[in-house]
């Protein structure tokens, strides 16, 4: 499974900007998929995950209720709508393909990554 995220940028803080990744086989469709974002000099940390049917979310505290996660399995394309983004929120941003059909935040149970798009928010 190849993916490819689009939808980054450079956004003010307030900003709202909407992520894609769009994965390359309809194998995806039974898997739960992720977000996870690596800021400069800090780990790679979980943003949000959902069930292979959309119906499951969970989110990382920093973003709940801001964030959005969701997916459409005809596109094969799983979505990120960040809104009220804040410069702390600046990370290259990742989707990944898990290894289940159940949301996870620990990256081990995911074997697809993404390339990543930059996400850049001033203050």
């Known amino acids: 499974v190849q993916l490819q995220a689009s939808g980054g940028g450079l956004v003010r803080t307030g900003g709202s900007l909407r992520l894609s990744c769009a994965a390359s086989?309809?194998?995806?469709?039974?898997?739960?998929m992720a977000w996870f974002r690596q800021a400069p000099g800090k780990e790679r940390e979980f943003v949000s995950a959902?069930?292979?049917?959309?119906?499951?979310?969970t989110y990382a505290d920093s973003v709940r209720g801001r964030f959005t996660i969701s997916r459409d399995n005809a596109k094969n394309t799983v979505y990120l709508q960040m809104n009220s983004l804040r410069p702390e929120d600046t990370a290259v941003y990742y989707c990944?393909?898990?290894?289940?059909?159940?949301?996870?935040?620990?990256?081990?149970?995911?074997?697809?990554w993404g390339q990543g798009t930059q996400v850049t928010v001033s203050s």
């Open positions: 959902i069930s292979w049917n959309g119906r499951a979310t």
């Open positions: 990944a393909v898990a290894r289940g059909s159940i949301p996870t935040s620990d990256p081990r149970l995911y074997n697809y």
């Open positions: 086989k309809r194998t995806a469709s039974n898997n739960a």
